[in-house]
């Protein structure tokens, strides 16, 4: 069974901090996705990761897919508290997506 | 449509009845997905649409829960003789093709289903 692992599941951290976000999963893929979901709300593409090595970054975050060791992870630099969300991260090997728990973030001002 | 259409936004209903929950996706998207969403929980996978066809359905949690997909375009789930477990949000998305999905997946606003 494919199982993706995020960690921490739950984040508190100042504003200004650098954190990272891990996502560890069970089987071959090279693909990953990941997104963020506010209280209340439908879940929003932030990166989607194509292949081994690779890394994008938008504005405060960075993503990052690393396939041989089946790890991704999500890197928030200088945090503020607009980036208060969920984030989850996906892969699909099967047609089918499968996400992490999600990572609650929470930035303290 | 621009995004993924789901209705309705909220649903109450009282235990023992039947819903039906629908999702419009994008125009061209072939690959159509249910899931559900408890409060304060990850994404549970239900059901999953190439076109019409429903290659792997076994994230239906139980036989009162069915989901069709007509003209490659719109889907209904329906569960029949709701519980109060039965309530949670339940998400759509799609994408352009299952294996494929370069772009990632669009997901719809939602619906949530209170069972009372």
């Known amino acids: 069974e494919l199982k993706v692992e995020q960690n921490p599941l739950f984040l508190s951290m100042q504003e200004g901090k650098n954190y990272t976000i891990y996502c560890n999963y069970s089987?071959?893929?090279?693909?990953l996705y990941w997104y963020r979901q506010d209280p209340g709300k439908s879940l929003e593409s932030l990166f989607v990761?194509?292949?081994?090595?690779a890394v994008k970054q938008e504005g405060r975050l960075m993503a990052s897919l690393d396939t041989k060791a089946r790890l991704s992870t999500l890197h928030i630099t200088a945090a503020v508290h607009d980036l208060s969300a969920t984030y989850f991260c996906?892969?699909?090997?099967?047609?089918?997506?499968?996400f992490g728990k999600g990572t609650r973030l929470h930035i303290l001002p | 449509g621009a995004g993924v259409s789901q209705s309705p936004s909220n649903k109450v209903t009282e235990k023992g009845k039947d819903v039906e929950l629908r999702c419009d996706p994008i125009?061209?998207?072939?690959?159509l997905y249910w899931y559900r969403q408890s409060l304060g929980q990850g994404l549970e996978f239900l059901i999953y649409?190439?076109?019409?066809?429903?290659?792997?359905k076994s994230g239906l949690p139980s036989d009162r829960f069915s989901a069709e997909r007509t003209g490659g375009s719109v889907s209904t789930l329906t569960i029949q003789r709701t519980q109060q477990e039965d309530s949670a949000v339940y998400l759509c998305?799609?994408?352009?093709?299952?294996?494929?999905?370069?772009?990632?997946?669009?997901f719809g606003s939602g619906t949530r289903l209170t069972v009372v």
């Open positions: 649409f190439q076109g019409n066809s429903a290659p792997d």
């Open positions: 089987t071959t893929s090279d693909r």
């Open positions: 125009s061209g998207h072939t690959a």
């Open positions: 996906a892969v699909d090997p099967d047609d089918k997506i499968i």
């Open positions: 998305a799609s994408s352009t093709s299952g294996s494929q999905a370069v772009l990632g997946y669009t």
């Open positions: 990761l194509l292949s081994n090595g």
